[in-house]
């Protein structure tokens, strides 16, 4: 037969609680690291954003001459009159 007291309840329904603390806090501190990992990528985006909008806007206006092409991927093309 098993008797209970009313310490051992105490203390059984402090663990219980203790526990769900834990895992709470727990919780709360992976969703901030979570956090702080978008905010660091959405930052890099932005900042790699902001440096290509400076190059277009320091390049506005120029002409860009390609290098010479392999003639091996050029095709020629044969244009016909439509009447």
Do not use: H, P
């Not at 709360?28 to 978008?38: F, P």
């Not at 902001?50 to 120029?62: C, F, S």
């Amino acid at each position: 037969m098993v008797t209970a007291s009313i310490t051992g309840l105490i203390r059984t329904l402090a663990i219980i609680v203790g526990v769900f603390v834990l895992l709470r806090f727990l919780g709360q501190l992976m969703n901030a690291k979570r956090n702080m990992e978008e905010e660091r990528a959405m930052n890099e985006r932005q900042r790699k954003f902001n440096e290509a909008k400076r190059k277009t806007a320091q390049n506005l206006g120029r002409t860009n001459v390609l290098k010479k092409t392999d003639s091996s991927n050029a095709e020629d093309v044969d244009y016909e009159e439509v009447e």
